[in-house]
């Protein structure tokens, strides 16, 4: 028999006594108290204390398995009602105390945009004590503005946080590259560079790290997504004649993504190996993704990977994956 909460017995216990209760306003009271319940912060209970494996990357020591902040944001890459259920769920409050919880269970960074919310928590995470290294995703810019003045001001803001690197939107970058222009990325690694930090691409298709390596570009490193997300109507149309609704996850992508990650020297980071959501439908999934992510990057790459522990303690499930491949 399922042992029913305290705040359920303590209600049955009052419409008994009272008399008076309905049974509607019973169902009232057992809905706001499993409303509770759901919504209890998971804090993590990650007790390996063995490191994760760490790397040089642009010269800073960074954990092989990153924080993504994609869920802290609401960007779920899945619907609407996703992206709002992360948004309820990761208040300031929540979002501080996930930090603290990486940093605790051995990661050492994490990486994210710097939109009007992190700015916000920002400040919070360092007065907390956080001491996670930030890597910065520079978000998109709107195409009816200057870009060059946009992105400077972009920088200006971001830079205030003291990021360890910086990297070109992902989504952006694709977007140029079909339109044939590359060259404003290359622009942006140069603005990177003359404020001091390094500079690197992010982006969704195996082709533009090609086409960079092929210029000789000078990029510090690659945010390489393991599938290509990015695919139009078009593309789709174009490439394999038909139409697909929203984002498509290929299981072809990955070794594609993997195998061009291997093949430049450049530090990687390697994102969005669970297919944003679509490949955790079992433990076994879940364990075979980071399995073949840790084992088709280069020994010198790392993983980015957002969590949910809302339900379970998806950090030390992930940490625990990263100690045992990412070694």
Known sequence: ?????????????????????????????????????????????????????TVDFCGHKVSRLVAGANPLYGYSHFN?????????????????????????????????????????????????????????????????????????????????????????????????????????????LDKVH?????????????????????????????QACFYRASRTAEDYRKEFNVRLEGEGYLSTDPALMGKVIRQVTKPCLGFKILAAGRKCTSPESIRGAFKFAYENIKPTDVLIVGMFPKYKDQIAENTGYAREFGS
């Open 1 to 53: 028999m399922m042992r029913m909460p305290s705040s359920y017995t303590k209600l049955s216990s009052k419409i008994k006594s009272s008399g008076g209760a309905t049974r509607r306003e019973f169902l009232k009271g057992a809905a706001v108290a499993a409303a509770g319940t759901l919504a209890a912060p998971r804090i993590s209970t990650a007790v390996d204390s063995s490191p994760i494996p």
């Open 194 to 222: 003359d404020m001091g930090f390094p500079a690197g691409v992010s982006t969704h298709n195996p082709a533009v790290i090609e086409e960079i390596e092929h210029q000789g570009w000078p990029v510090d490193f690659y």
């Open 80 to 188: 609407m009602i996703l992206d709002a259920a992360y948004l309820d769920y990761y208040t300031d409050e929540r979002v501080v105390q996930f930090m603290l919880n990486c940093e605790k269970a051995g990661i050492n960074s994490w990486q994210g945009n710097f939109a009007a919310r992190a700015q916000r928590q920002y400040p919070m995470i360092r007065n907390a004590g956080c001491k996670l290294n930030f890597i910065a995703l520079l978000d998109p810019v709107k195409p009816a503005v200057d870009q060059n003045v946009a992105v400077m001001k972009q920088l200006s803001i971001v830079a205030q946080a003291k990021p360890i690197m910086i990297a070109h939107h992902g989504n952006v970058t694709d977007n140029l590259f079909r339109e044939g222009k590359l060259d404003l990325v290359r622009t942006f």
